[in-house]
């Protein structure tokens, strides 16, 4: 190997450690935030169908419309490490950081210098919209990582070995998140249209997570298309939409612009910049994502779409359009430098506080992030009183009992619960239904919200003591 090529791949390995350690410890600081990088209760439910796959692995980890690959993922740790929470967070910060070496290694398989692949990963990384999920327990950045990487590995420019990555890469993601499947067709036809063998052959490869997850949605629950119809009874359960026809269409895109409104602005002013080389790779790298974004606008049409925050479904955005903007400005045309150098050199001046400015004037989405903390000290206190698990059951009047479930750790401890589902048609009291699962000779403990009387829940020679309490909970043993 010649002297200039030995520098180029320490360069490469060390800028690529940098990425790794720096995304490392990004995720552990929004670990320690104030809400412990939690987004939603669906963390918790993850965590709770991980900790089941772990006792228990199967093809279909949670047997409902979410895709197995994250809970192979978890519960393949929580095999190693146990079953905990904790174990969760750790593998979501790992991941997270093996996500961000893989945003590096495409931004040098774009062609970006090691020093600027790494500056564009860590930047996808560090987006207030992103940064948060990059510990959190959801699969969204990882997925959207993975996502991006198989976008620049599968171009034309691709070695053969980096494409077939790319598409394993492809398949973990289309095994993880819906919205990655629009994104992977719309990749399918762009080699499709190449009109090589190769290309044919890679883009039906394309497919093969959608077409393995409708193969089984029609053998083990009468429909390929079955986590479409559980999506559509649950918004019908939530009751009727507010939003017009042409809100609801506008939602996915309103929501991209108010996520990142100063990368979109830096994209298209790199995009204005760049020569017609780099400009058009761009748009060829867009193609997929606005495809995935078009899908999920017409999807909330047809009531299809997730349920929970829409910026959550446009994460591929915010790892890609960092490696985009990269690309530009290593090109730029000099004529629109030399104009913007020598005949408007004040609007380089402007242009920071403007996009600044633009940048502060959107609410960032994380206002709307729960908070479980007092759930988790729950589950952990729990935990710790019972040593080996017993018959527990948890009366909550949301979905907060997911959080005290997944902090508790082993899952089969638990009896039936309340769970706040608005399929759920029972109309009964907690105090009812506390009361009806104490007729269970094998319960042992019940966790209840602070405002209930255990004096109520008791008419025979039961007694609850209290052992634990908390600003919105009581764990109550039965003798």
Not at 83 to 88: K, S, Y
Not at 111 to 130: I, Q
């Amino acid at each position: 190997m010649e002297p200039n090529e030995q520098r180029q791949w320490r360069a490469t390995w060390s800028f690529g450690i940098m990425t790794l350690a720096c995304a490392l410890v990004s995720s552990l600081i929004a670990l320690g935030t104030e809400r412990g990088a939690t987004v939603s209760d669906d963390d918790f439910a993850r965590v709770l169908i991980a900790q089941s796959f772990a006792r228990a692995p199967s093809w279909d980890p949670s047997g409902t419309s979410w895709l197995p690959f994250p809970f192979f993922v978890d519960g393949g740790a929580m095999l190693l490490f146990g079953a905990e929470l904790e174990v969760a967070r750790a593998a979501a910060v790992s991941r997270s950081a093996l996500g961000a070496c893989l945003l590096f290694l495409a931004g040098w398989r774009l062609g970006l210098s090691s020093a600027r692949a790494a500056v564009c990963a860590l930047a996808a990384a560090l987006l207030p919209t992103t940064w948060i999920f990059t510990a959190a327990t959801v699969p969204e950045y990882f997925t959207a990582c993975l996502a991006t990487f198989a976008l620049i590995a599968l171009s034309p420019q691709g070695s053969t070995a980096s494409r077939l990555v790319g598409l394993a890469c492809l398949t973990a993601a289309t095994l993880s998140r819906y919205e990655t499947w629009p994104f992977a067709l719309a990749l399918a036809v762009s080699l499709w249209l190449r009109r090589t063998r190769q290309d044919f052959l890679l883009g039906l490869a394309c497919l093969t997570g959608p077409a393995l997850w409708c193969l089984h949605g029609a053998l083990h629950h009468g429909s390929p298309f079955f986590f479409v119809t559980r999506v559509r009874s649950y918004k019908l359960a939530l009751g009727p939409d507010p939003r017009t026809d042409l809100e609801t269409f506008f939602t996915y895109g309103l929501s991209l612009v108010r996520s990142e409104p100063l990368l979109l602005a830096l994209l298209a002013f790199s995009i204005a910049l760049a020569r017609k080389g780099p400009r058009r790779r761009a748009w060829l790298f867009l193609t997929p994502l606005l495809a995935q974004l078009l899908f999920l606008s017409l999807a909330d049409l047809a009531s299809g779409s997730p349920t929970h925050h829409p910026e959550r479904t446009l994460m591929a955005f915010w790892t890609t359009l960092p490696l985009l903007i990269g690309l530009n400005v290593s090109a730029p045309r000099p004529r629109a430098l030399r104009l913007a150098g020598n005949q408007a050199p004040h609007l380089w001046l402007t242009l920071p506080p403007l996009l600044l400015l633009l940048n502060a004037s959107f609410p960032r989405p994380s206002a709307d992030f729960v908070d479980r903390r007092d759930e988790v000290a729950i589950g952990r206190a729990l935990r710790s009183l019972q040593g080996a698990p017993q018959k527990t059951w948890v009366g909550a009047l949301d979905f907060s009992h997911l959080a005290i479930m997944a902090a508790a750790g082993s899952p089969e401890r638990f009896l039936s619960v309340t769970t706040g589902d608005p399929r759920d048609s029972s109309q009964e009291s907690l105090v009812a239904r506390a009361r009806s699962a104490l007729s269970d000779p094998e319960l042992r403990w019940l966790i209840l919200p602070i405002c209930i009387d255990r004096t109520e829940l008791t008419r025979g020679p039961s007694e609850l003591l209290l052992r634990h309490e908390s600003r919105d909970y009581q764990i109550l043993e039965r003798r």
